[in-house]
């Protein structure tokens, strides 16, 4: 069945950097890409950007532009996301989920990486 | 700034027919995609393409679409469908984005 499993919960300080993973099994995953989705507490769910595990590409959204970067590794099935300059407003809980193009979306999900960035 | 609308809360009685909608402009372009949320846990597809339900979705959930609202209709709500629900398209600059939610809840 299929699977993505994330990294655990992350404590950062304001500035710093964070690099969650997502570690996908049950499917052949450079057939697929990988969005990255965020949800800030209490608040609703925001797309961060989209990987193509097949070659790379990458689209991110205007806003994280900068300041985020997302890879993958083939080798092992996994994606990774990395988002630099950490402000609390950045902190969230973090998933990252497969992606089958504008007419499915998002047909399944990690179980999400809190983030909390304080001082 | 979302640039696709949801109501933030509707309430439905149980048993009743319940639609929450989420209108834009690229819905007039895009399909909308659909996710039921519930507390502490990840989104769950239930509602893609024309009116398309992956597998282990109940059929009392369907969704549709004119002009620049795409709806999401449970027919027969049950207790269990009371969660957070959000859409999910395109943006003028074809990237998704999701709409601001739905709180359902059932009375």
């Known amino acids: 069945q299929v699977q993505l499993v994330q990294s655990g919960a992350e404590v950062k300080k304001p500035g710093a950097s964070v690099k969650v993973s997502c570690k996908a099994s049950?499917?052949?995953?450079?057939?697929?890409?990988i969005s990255w989705v965020r949800q800030a507490p209490g608040q609703g769910l925001e797309w961060m950007g989209w990987?193509?595990?097949?070659?790379?590409?990458?689209n991110y959204a205007q806003k994280l532009q900068g300041r985020v970067t997302m890879t993958t590794d083939t080798s092992t099935s996994t994606a990774y996301m990395e988002l630099r300059s950490l402000r609390s407003d950045d902190t969230a809980v973090y998933y990252c989920?497969?992606?089958?193009?504008?007419?499915?979306?998002?047909?399944?999900w990690g179980q999400g990486t809190l983030v909390t960035v304080s001082s | 700034s979302s640039e696709l609308t949801q109501d933030p809360a509707v309430s439905v009685a149980l048993g009743q027919t319940v639609r929450i909608t989420c209108q834009g402009d690229s819905l007039r372009s895009y399909y909308a995609s659909w996710y039921q949320q519930k507390p502490g846990q990840a989104p769950v597809l239930v509602i893609y393409g024309k009116n398309n339900r992956p597998s282990g979705i109940p059929d009392r959930f369907s969704g549709s679409s004119s002009g620049n609202t795409a709806s999401l209709t449970i027919t027969g709500a049950q207790a269990e469908d009371e969660a957070d629900y959000y859409c999910?398209?395109?943006?003028?600059?074809?990237?998704?984005?999701f709409g601001g939610g739905t709180k359902l809840t059932v009375l």
């Open positions: 990987i193509s595990a097949y070659n790379g590409n990458t």
């Open positions: 999910n398209s395109r943006d003028s600059s074809g990237n998704h984005v």
């Open positions: 049950g499917y052949t995953f450079t057939s697929y890409g």
């Open positions: 989920a497969r992606d089958l193009g504008a007419t499915v979306g998002f047909d399944y």
